[in-house]
T-cell receptor, first 114, second 114 residues
Framework: DAGVIQSPRHEVTEMGQEVTLRCKPI?????LFWYRQTMMRGLELLIY????????DSGMPEDRFSAKMPNASFSTLKIQPSEPRDSAVYFC????????????FGDGTRLSIL | KQEVTQIPAALSVPEGENLVLNCSFT??????LQWFRQDPGKGLTSLLL?????REQTSGRLNASLDKSSGRSTLYIAASQPGDSATYLC?????????????FGQGTTLQVKP
């Protein structure tokens, strides 16, 4: 049973470039979460979707960040233009059903903006 | 605003010791509290979940307690092993069961020496 798959695992790019992070949730899961982890701020929720619909995007830092979930098996997090302070590890997680099922995390994308 | 604090930030113990990790939160209006484990370069793995109406949960050598009124939780690890070395994060769920989100602490990095 494949877990949450994120790509790329590592991304190094220059500031000002567009960055797209990808996530494939576990098949059958209907909620998807994007998190950012930094030493300074820890793990923060950016946005989450339920049945492909964005429910809470209050954690998205600014307009340079956008997320989409065009179908149940794919989501993207885009940063345009990227800045050095966006450097972090970005995690995607998914879960199934209502109530409190555990969130299953991907291994993350380590993003470095030079 | 809900804030979650974990003390200590790092802990080193010899193999076989029993140990306690602490987590505190500022607002007692939580839906549940969860403990996660994170290995280097990996995502999070859910360990234990305590509903707001519960006092504790156990899984193997792990026991988590919750005192909602005082805003505290502890994770007790019995007979620690080198394989327990990881970062442990606690998170509180705020909001509702279906639309709530997790607020994470900064984590405690545990090293168990053989």
């Amino acid at each position: 049973d494949a877990g949450v798959i994120q790509s790329p695992r590592h991304e190094v790019t220059e500031m000002g470039q567009e960055v797209t992070l990808r996530c494939k949730p576990i098949s059958g899961h209907n909620s998807l979460f994007w998190y950012r982890q930094t030493m300074m701020r820890g793990l923060e929720l950016l946005i989450y979707f339920n049945n492909n619909v964005p429910i809470d995007d209050s954690g998205m830092p600014e307009d340079r960040f956008s997320a989409k979930m065009p179908n149940a098996s794919f989501s993207t997090l885009k940063i345009q233009p990227s800045e050095p302070r966006d450097s972090a590890v970005y995690f995607c997680a998914s879960t199934k059903g209502q109530g409190d099922p555990p969130q299953h995390f991907g291994d993350g994308t380590r993003l470095s903006i030079l | 605003k809900q804030e979650v604090t974990q003390i200590p930030a790092a802990l080193s113990v010899p193999e076989g010791e029993n140990l306690v990790l602490n987590c505190s939160f500022t607002d007692s209006a939580i839906y549940n509290l969860q403990w996660f484990r994170q290995d280097p370069g990996k995502g999070l793995t859910s360990l234990l979940l305590i509903q707001s109406s519960q006092r504790e949960q156990t899984s193997g050598r792990l026991n988590a307690s919750l005192d909602k009124s005082s805003g505290r939780s502890t994770l007790y690890i019995a007979a620690s092993q080198p394989g327990d070395s990881a970062t442990y994060l606690c998170a509180v769920k705020v909001g509702s069961s279906n639309t709530g989100k997790l607020i994470f602490g900064q984590g405690t990095t545990l090293q168990v020496k053989p």
